[in-house]
């Protein structure tokens, strides 16, 4: 069983630097992409910050200089630090992944996989 597993959400004031983590486990033959989204309350999910498994990253407009993603392919880990952080950052994180799960010493396919969400919030 593949599951996504986050840590490092917390409270911080503004101006502060959290970061996340995201680990997988389970019986994985190789994961692609790997990203965070997030969800503030009444607003729909958006994509924050994704990387590729050769390294190749986008971002937000609204993060863009202010966070960095990275990941750990030892680990099958991806971190997101988040630096000079705003109120408007609050939301609850998830992680996301494209992970194609061991079968039969092989792949037999490539899925999509999500964190339960670490909450953020950025307050005085």
């Known amino acids: 069983q593949v599951q996504l597993v986050e840590s490092g959400g917390g409270l911080v004031q503004p101006g502060g630097s959290l970061r996340l983590s995201c680990a997988a486990s389970?019986?994985?033959?190789?994961?692609?992409?790997m990203g965070w989204y997030r969800q503030a309350p009444g607003k729909q999910r958006e994509l924050v910050a994704g990387?590729?498994?050769?390294?190749?990253?986008n971002y937000a407009d609204s993060v863009k200089g202010r966070f960095t993603i990275s990941r750990d392919n030892a680990k099958n880990t991806v971190y997101l630090q988040m630096n000079s952080l705003k109120p408007e950052d609050t939301a609850v994180y998830y992680c996301?992944?494209?992970?194609?799960?061991?079968?039969?010493?092989?792949?037999?396919?490539?899925?999509?996989?999500w964190g339960q969400g670490t909450q953020v919030t950025v307050s005085s």
């Open positions: 996301n992944a494209e992970i194609r799960p061991l079968y039969r010493g092989s792949w037999a396919g490539e899925y999509e996989y």
């Open positions: 990387i590729t498994s050769g390294g190749g990253t």
């Open positions: 389970g019986n994985i033959f190789s994961i692609n992409a």
